[in-house]
């Protein structure tokens, strides 16, 4: 059981992203992504900014997801009866779950949200807009409202910073 709801937001991220990782569809040879490879970047990038949308950008229990899947990594706590196919899918996950965790730190390090509200409110109104996009991408014919709705919520921070 996980004690934390962020540490569950995030092993919630991974489980999802493990799993579209492995999924190359059916247009896509059915080998295993690369560690390093485009699609797993794409993945992993979504995911970091959905725990960023989870956790408000809060930096702190950003860095708590990081460091307990680092040490989860690390521990390696398997059963015994765990296989060596198991023990690989273990280490994936626990990587995985690190460079979501680690990618999600780099944004808002990035965005210079770690202390600045207005950058942690525009970074927070990025990353949803990324992940509506994205979902309304996979809809054929879909209008293009999340992009008016980004601009609204960019406009919004701008009046309640100038006082507006």
């Given at each position: ?42 993945w992993r990038e979504y995911y970091a900014h959905h725990l960023i949308t989870q ?47 680690n990618t999600a730190i780099a944004f808002v390090e990035q965005a210079g949200a ?19 996009s994205n979902a309304v991408a996979a809809v054929p014919g879909a209008p293009s ?20």
């Amino acid at each position: 059981m996980i004690a934390h709801p962020h540490l569950a937001t995030l092993y919630s991220c991974t489980l999802n992203c493990v799993l579209y990782e492995k999924d190359s569809g059916p247009q896509e040879a059915a080998s295993e992504p690369s560690e390093s490879s485009p699609e797993d970047r794409t993945w992993r990038e979504y995911y970091a900014h959905h725990l960023i949308t989870q956790l408000s950008a809060d930096f702190a229990q950003l860095t708590e997801c990081a460091e307990w899947a680092r040490q989860e990594h690390d521990q390696g706590d398997l059963p015994v009866e765990t296989t060596a196919s198991e023990s690989v899918e273990a280490e994936r996950f626990w990587r995985c779950a690190m460079d979501i965790a680690n990618t999600a730190i780099a944004f808002v390090e990035q965005a210079g949200a770690v202390t600045d509200d207005k950058a942690r409110r525009v970074l927070l109104a990025g990353s949803h807009h990324i992940q509506i996009s994205n979902a309304v991408a996979a809809v054929p014919g879909a209008p293009s409202q999340p992009a008016v709705d980004f601009v609204d919520e960019l406009n919004r921070v701008e009046r309640e910073e100038s006082g507006d």
